[in-house]
Each structure stands twice: as C-alpha cells, then as structure tokens.
C-alpha cells in the first residue's frame, strides 16, 4: 500500500493507552502470519509502559494508529531493551519501523545514557535496522540475565528450544548497543 499521508511518530501519551489492546493483538497476529515466535505480550504492560513514558507510537495525520515499540529496564538499568516493534499491515512498506526504532533507540538513549540496549528478534527487517543504529550480533550471555526478561519467552513457539538450551541461544539473534566512553561522557 503506498500513502501520501503523513506519519508522525511520538512519544506515545496517556490519551494512547486505549491503543494498547490493538497493539498486543496486532503482534500477535503478525507472529502467526510470519510463524515466528514473539513473545505474548499484555495489554496492561503495554498501558503502563505508555503511562511511564518508555514508548513511541505511530500514526497518520488523520489519527490512524500506525505502529508502536516500547522499552524495558533490566539489572538495575545496566541493560534496556528495544521491544514489541509492530507496524499495522496497511504500513508495511513505508518505512515506519525504521521511524519507530530510531524514535525508541534515542529515547532509550535519552533515558538510559550509560546502560547497554539490546534487542533480540528473528526478523532480518529488524536485524537490519538495529545494525543501522550500531548494534553488533551478540550472544546470549552479552545480554541481560534477568529470570523476569526470559519469562516473557515462556509465551514464545520456540520457548522449548529456549529452555533445552539453557537460555544460551535461540532461534532469535541478540543484538547489542553498548555506549563507547566517548558517548558516556558527552
């Protein structure tokens, strides 16, 4: 689909929060439509991650809602994840993801100036974004060890494959930021 309409993305606000029910149904569909594992994730984390002010939202000039991704504090904000990226199919194509990552990757950036940001996916749209914003392919134990990040996988098709290995590696690939010394200091 191409439009001419103009998407906006933003830091997503409480008059979002009625969005958020879309949101998660949306990721869920997508994952069964591509047959990748995601994460389920609820309604009621999406609301509060809008409410603290840790996501971005996307949408036309006419109000459409368009796309969405949020972040997540791990290790006493030693590790943020970049998560839940999903464009609504009618965007697909037009280069909202890459809007919303790199909205989402400056407000983690914004938040979290010296924490490590990860993002693990099966995506190669994704994968491709992330090396865009400099994110290098890690291995699992480059990422946050926090037994609450890996319950989210438990919702996952391939949390099996997850578990048998011991969280050392998936069908996802991790991806890392890490901020150089240069950045910190700025």
Avoid at 39 to 48: D, F, L, Q, V
Avoid at 60 to 80: M, N, R
Avoid at 116 to 121: E, G, N, R, V
Wanted: contains cysteine; neutral net charge.
């Amino acid at each position: 689909m191409e439009t001419d309409e103009e998407i906006v993305v933003r830091l997503a606000t409480a008059m979002d929060v009625d969005f958020a029910l879309p949101i998660v149904a949306e990721m869920e569909a997508s994952a069964k439509a591509r047959g990748t594992g995601i994460a389920k994730r609820n309604p009621a984390t999406i609301k509060e991650k809008i409410l603290e002010g840790k996501a971005v939202i996307a949408f036309t000039a006419d109000g459409v809602w368009a796309g969405f991704s949020y972040i997540q504090s791990w290790e006493d904000k030693q590790f943020v994840s970049n998560s839940g990226l999903i464009v609504a199919p009618a965007f697909r194509g037009l280069r909202v993801a890459q809007a919303i990552k790199q909205k989402i990757f400056e407000l983690s950036r914004l938040l979290y100036p010296h924490s490590k940001i990860f993002s693990i996916t099966t995506g190669l749209p994704v994968m491709k974004l992330n090396t865009r914003l400099g994110f290098e392919p890690v291995t699992y134990d480059q990422i946050t060890h926090d037994p609450l990040f890996w319950e989210g996988c438990k919702s996952c098709v391939n949390y099996p494959i997850l578990a048998d290995k011991n969280y050392r590696n998936c069908l996802c690939t991790a991806m890392l930021f890490q901020p150089s010394p240069v950045m910190e200091q700025a």
